[in-house]
């Protein structure tokens, strides 16, 4: 059955080709405080007579890199005693203050702490966040209250995407037909995307015809589109129906592409 279902997915297109997975995440406004926990991925660099007023972290199993811009912020080491920005080095784990700026991955920083030099560091300090090994970005919200956001990049409007996902929420009965929508989960966190689905051609994966009325919750979908004015609402050209639930979705051909988690990439550069 297997071979039969990734015969079926090869001959219509189906099965992405290995690109990096990427989780989704909302936008950060600029000037959002923030706390970010990291892996140095590129420290400040020697001009020779100067150093550079920035670094980069790298957060999360993508390893996104967010760069730290710390030209007038107060940095420590682990034993609290104030250093140089030319002391940092690469792999050092660093928690870092500051506030978002025009990119979501730019920190203006105030202050930085090291946390340790070992790849065990962080997992041992008190700052250590369970299920997030590889490190975290909490932002501060409207509400005043703080939430751990998902650590990947915004993609902008008008790219195009894939999304491999389980249905979140299926298209709601308005009482005059069902609604033209529909969300999908990604990411160990669960962060919903809203698939538009007014000029869509929807298929399932012997390219059946399918109505929004047939689409339910736990349902894996494959669909292609793009970005609206909100990086988490997809105007949908096509949407694939790949399994009925999540049992059958790891043993479909799709499991090895999308992860457990599902995914959406940028569809037009294949990253």
């Known amino acids: 059955m297997k071979t ?25 406004d600029k000037g959002t405080p923030v706390v970010i926990v990291g892996r140095i991925s590129s420290q400040p660099r020697n001009y020779g007579f100067i ?19 710390v030209g007038d912020a107060k940095i420590y080491n682990a ?15 660093v928690r870092a203050e500051g506030t978002v700026e025009s990119d979501p991955r730019r920190i203006h920083t105030t202050k930085l702490t090291v946390l340790g030099k070992d790849p065990g560091a962080y997992q041992h300090s008190a700052y250590y966040i369970l299920g997030r090994d590889l490190g ?18 915004v993609f902008a409007p008008d790219t195009r995407v894939m999304i491999l996902a389980p249905i979140s929420s299926q ?3 308005a009482g005059v037909g069902v609604e033209e929508k529909l969300q999908v989960a990604i990411g160990p ?3 919903d995307y809203t698939l538009h689905l007014k000029d869509a051609t929807l298929r399932d994966l ?23 004015d909100d990086s988490r609402r997809i ?10 639930d999540d049992e059958k979705f790891r043993l479909s051909p799709f499991f090895g592409v999308g992860g457990e988690y599902g995914m959406i990439v940028n569809a037009e550069r294949g990253k």
């Open 136 to 153: 975290y970005v909490i932002a501060e919200n409207v509400a005043g209250s703080r939430e751990i956001l998902p650590s990947t990049r």
């Open 189 to 191: 966190d669960k962060l």
């Open 171 to 173: 298209p709601k009965n």
């Open 79 to 93: 034993q609290g005693k104030e250093i140089a920005k030319s002391d940092l080095q690469d792999k050092w784990w």
């Open 235 to 244: 105007e949908v050209d096509r949407l694939t129906v790949v399994s009925d």
């Open 4 to 28: 039969t279902l990734s015969m079926l997915a090869l001959s219509v297109g189906l099965v992405a080709p290995a690109v990096a997975q990427e989780y989704g995440a909302r936008p950060i």
């Open 206 to 228: 012997r390219g059946g015809e399918v109505f929004a009325s047939g689409l339910k919750d736990r349902m894996w979908v494959r669909a292609e589109g793009r970005v609206m």
């Open 51 to 69: 150093h550079e007023r920035k670094l980069q972290v790298a957060v999360g199993s993508r390893a996104v890199d967010h760069t730290l811009h």
